[in-house]
């Protein structure tokens, strides 16, 4: 059974719920954090590109283990994102939390610049 994170919206009484998605499942759905599947790399981390059973694709942040961003941190960042959840902005799918690992799972948006969308070369 799946579990989920929940966060509450204090001003607008309304809640969000994220999935945890299982360790395996991100293993399974990035080939063990392949290099290929690299599809680049943030503030946050290295992000890669993974397809989850039923083929649905997704992009995976991984926090990098050296940034010092504990559990607490990252379940305000989890929080955060919940309440900034909106239809033009990129879903995020679910977290997964398993010892040293953090990591979030988004949507994946195929590879077009915002500059591609903005003037029109795609
Ligand atoms: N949802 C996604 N779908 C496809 N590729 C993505 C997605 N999210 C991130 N990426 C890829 O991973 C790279 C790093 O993304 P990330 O959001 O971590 O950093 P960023 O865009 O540089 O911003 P910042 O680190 O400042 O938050 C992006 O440049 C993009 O190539």
Redesign the pocket.
Known sequence: MREYFSTSDELEGKSTEFPFISYKEILSATNFFADSNL???????K?Y?GTMEGGYEV?V?RLSQGSGQGIVEFKNEVVLIAKLQHKNL?RLHGCCIQEDEKLLI??????KSLDAFLFGTF
Not at 39 to 45: A, N, P, Q, S
């Open positions: 599809l680049g790399r943030g503030d946050f981390g992000v590109k992009a942040k990129v988004y949507e994946y948006l195929p590879n």
